[in-house]
């Protein structure tokens, strides 16, 4: 008999799961969220963003957490999930799901949480920023987030997909969608570590996906975190990012094109030192190579960058 692990116990999730209902998968995912990061779980408050069938909500419950609360647009995946929580004897007073867009949800209410997790969301949206800032408004101790990328990328890189809500696992319409179908973006991981950064949240830890495989043979292996399609991270909040200087009064912008008088204020002159988790940053190098990194991801996402350049088509 192999070892047991966490859902083993637990079939009704597999019983009401749309996407991915495998027992190897589920499983290696509660030891990279929830079996590595017991710790922050022990007693906290912990908001569940696309809670599906309060699976996670549920393992959070179990690894320790105080209190849940689920946030899931789909009403028949909200009542599975208090069918199952019920079903698992977990108190009622310690969880509840809310049926309703993320967003709208996030803007109405709020929230006390000391973790967040968004396992799964990320890549079934295009609206990356306005989600990351309705969670720093929570402002929790810890982020866990679990995301679909764009592998092989070394650039800060958002590739655009078109999402059809009837097939199960694909995100569902909101205010903005026109039509049967809803535009969706994946970040590169580039993207991603900029995004979270931007909005203050350090990387802890990065889950090294074939060493949890290799510790868990038996659940086999699981294709998209292997081949990096896909990474689950550890996010603290209170990351310093030095401020990036405003433009000089001669800044000016024609047709989307920067006046290069622009250039020289933040290359020239003696850069000032700034300390970031007790490492020096040259704050005029590093603005330079923020907007450096952003006209990149813009040109490649778009075609177009804050200045003019050659007008090439991939």
């Known amino acids: 008999m192999g070892l047991k692990m966490f859902f083993d116990d637990y079939q009704k999730f597999f019983d009401t799961s749309?996407?991915?209902?495998?027992?190897?998968?589920?499983?290696?995912?509660?030891?990279?969220?929830?079996?590595?990061?017991?710790?922050?779980?022990?007693?906290?408050?912990?908001?569940?963003?696309?809670?599906?069938?309060?699976?996670?909500?549920?393992?959070?419950?179990?690894?320790?957490?105080?209190?849940?609360?689920?946030?899931?647009?789909?009403?028949?995946?909200?009542?599975?999930?208090?069918?199952?929580?019920?079903?698992?004897?977990?108190?009622?007073?310690?969880?509840?799901?809310?049926?309703?867009?993320?967003?709208?949800?996030?803007?109405?209410?709020?929230?006390?949480?000391?973790v967040v997790l968004c396992l799964g969301y990320m890549y079934h949206t295009y609206r990356h920023t306005e989600l990351l800032y309705r969670i720093r408004q929570v402002n929790p101790k810890f982020l866990i987030m679990d995301s679909t990328v764009v592998p092989d990328m070394e650039e800060p890189f958002l590739k655009v997909y078109v999402d059809r809500p009837h097939r199960p696992g694909q995100a569902t319409l909101d205010e903005f969608a026109h039509g049967s179908t809803t535009l969706v973006a994946r970040p590169s991981v580039p993207a991603l570590q900029m995004m979270l950064r931007a909005y203050d949240f350090e990387i802890e830890h990065t889950c090294d996906w074939h060493a949890l495989m290799a510790e868990y043979p038996?659940?086999?292996?699981?294709?998209?975190?292997?081949?990096?399609?896909?990474?689950?991270?550890?996010?603290?909040?209170?990351?310093?990012?030095?401020?990036?200087?405003?433009p000089p009064a001669s800044f000016r912008t024609r047709r989307g094109t920067a006046s290069a008088s622009a250039e020289p204020s933040l290359a020239t002159g003696r850069a000032k030192t700034l300390s970031v988790k007790d490492q020096p940053v040259e704050q005029g190098v590093t603005a330079k190579r923020w907007r450096e990194l952003v006209n990149r991801g813009l040109a490649r996402a778009t075609g177009y960058q804050f200045r003019r350049s050659e007008q090439n088509r991939d």
């Open 18 to 114: 749309i996407v991915f209902p495998k027992r190897g998968r589920l499983n290696l995912r509660y030891e990279a969220v929830f079996g590595a990061n017991s710790d922050i779980f022990q007693g906290a408050r912990v908001l569940d963003l696309a809670s599906h069938d309060g699976r996670w909500s549920f393992a959070a419950l179990r690894t320790g957490a105080a209190h849940v609360t689920g946030i899931e647009a789909r009403e028949e995946a909200v009542s599975h999930a208090n069918a199952n929580l019920a079903h698992y004897g977990a108190d009622p007073d310690t969880y509840r799901f809310l049926c309703g867009d993320i967003f709208d949800v996030l803007s109405q209410k709020d929230f006390e949480a000391d």
């Open 218 to 246: 038996e659940a086999g292996r699981v294709d998209d975190y292997a081949e990096g399609k896909r990474v689950t991270m550890r996010c603290r909040s209170g990351v310093s990012i030095p401020p990036v200087p405003d």
